[in-house]
């Protein structure tokens, strides 16, 4: 299957599987030993995960916290590597622990093997978050 599909297919395969808030579907979309990159991640919140374990781990209970009710811009890009599909992103949705609005933007830039994400690294703006959560824990 997934001879057929491109980076950027997988790309919107992974946004799709995280807008339907299908964390486990989402590790699963993941190479065992996957690596996600946060740079801008705020202080308390990994910059770095390794593995689909400790992804999963990170990402179950995001649907709990978040609720993104659709992605409002979206632009994929693939690139001369054809392993490699970069997203330009937005969302809008709300904090369920405080009602607050949640829109957010990423640059998201991922890398396949086999099918499988092996290198994901997402560019957001942390201020944002942390303002959305208002002290809630992620």
Same mark, same amino acid.
Do not use: H, M, Q, W
């Given at each position: 299957m997934s001879e057929t599909l491109t980076a950027a297919d997988l790309l919107q395969r992974s946004l799709d599987t995280f807008l339907a808030k299908d964390m486990k579907g989402w590790a699963?979309?993941?190479?065992?030993?996957?690596?996600?990159?946060?740079?801008?991640?705020?202080?308390?919140?990994?910059?770095? %995960?390794?593995?689909?374990?400790?992804? !999963?781990?990170?990402?179950?209970?995001?649907?709990d916290l978040i609720d993104v009710h659709r992605i409002t811009s979206l632009r994929i890009y693939s690139t001369d590597d054809p392993n490699v599909a970069v997203a330009d992103w937005s969302v809008t949705g709300r904090v369920l622990t405080n009602g607050n609005a949640y829109e957010m933007s990423y640059a998201t830039f991922v890398t396949f093997k086999d099918? %499988?994400?092996?290198?994901?690294?997402? !560019?957001w703006d942390p201020m944002a978050f942390t303002t959305a959560l208002s002290g809630a824990a992620f």
């Open positions: 699963d979309l993941c190479d065992e030993n996957v690596v996600l990159e946060f740079p801008f991640a705020p202080a308390g919140s990994p910059a770095r %995960l390794e593995g689909r374990t400790a992804t !999963y781990e990170y990402l179950r209970g995001y649907p099918g %499988l994400i092996v290198k994901y690294r997402e !560019y």
